[in-house]
């Protein structure tokens, strides 16, 4: 298991935050598979794993997985502030650190 901090996005990250949110909300197939998961009403978070600066691996995680796996107030403040229908929660694992972001669909 690997040692994770929460740390936002620093001035020189700026560009990776964007390129990767990007990167993610552009793909349809993780978008429908995180629609479809969070009909039921539970919320999902999409978990996106960066590492060198490129996107690895991206996948679809319930509420309390991702809390689980990622045990930090602004990951769980996040889970109570957004809603499913017009947002999606990207949790960005790049180096050791944990960011969390809200993006509006609409």
């Keep these: 298991m690997e040692d994770l901090v929460y740390q936002e996005m620093s001035e020189e990250e700026n560009a990776l935050d964007w390129q990767i949110t990007r990167k ?4 349809r ?3 429908k ?3 479809e ?3 039921s009403g539970e919320k999902h978070a999409v978990v996106a794993r960066v ?3 490129t996107l690895r691996e991206a996948y679809v995680s319930p509420e309390a997985a991702v809390k689980k796996l990622f045990p930090f107030d602004p990951v769980e403040q ?3 502030y957004y809603d499913p229908r017009d947002g999606v929660c990207l ?4 180096d050791g650190k944990v960011v969390v972001s809200i993006n509006g669909v609409r």
Excluded: P
């Design 24 to 27: 993610v909300m552009s793909d």
């Design 29 to 31: 197939v993780l978008m």
């Design 33 to 35: 598979t995180l629609e």
């Design 37 to 39: 998961s969070q009909a």
């Design 51 to 53: 590492q060198e600066g």
């Design 78 to 80: 996040a889970f109570g």
């Design 91 to 94: 949790v960005i694992v790049r």
